[in-house]
């Protein structure tokens, strides 16, 4: 299990995300607009600079649903490894079965 206050720290990220996404993206198409001054496309960078760190998207990790480990993450399932054995172990995840040869 993953410590309790990086699990809550991501939440807060994944929220400011959420909350910064459109007005960050704006400033990005304004800082790359040729047709624009230089002026104001250097204005854009400054605004989009003053904003939050945790805003960018970049700052997100994956992390498992069930227990918070950050690393071996599958995508698709949303959860580790480990998290993915056990679950199939007990017959939880609807046609996995341990595999034996």
Known sequence: MAKTS????????????????????ALKAAAKDESLSREDRFKATLRLAKLPRNSSATRLHNRCEVT????????????????????AS????????????
């Open 6 to 25: 990086m699990i809550e720290r991501q939440k807060r990220r994944v929220a400011l995300v959420a909350k910064y996404a459109t007005r960050r993206e």
């Open 68 to 87: 918070g480990r950050p690393r071996s993450y599958y995508r698709k399932l949303r959860m580790s490894r480990i998290a993915l054995r056990d679950l």
């Open 90 to 101: 007990k017959g939880q995840i609807p046609g996995m079965v341990k595999s034996s040869w």
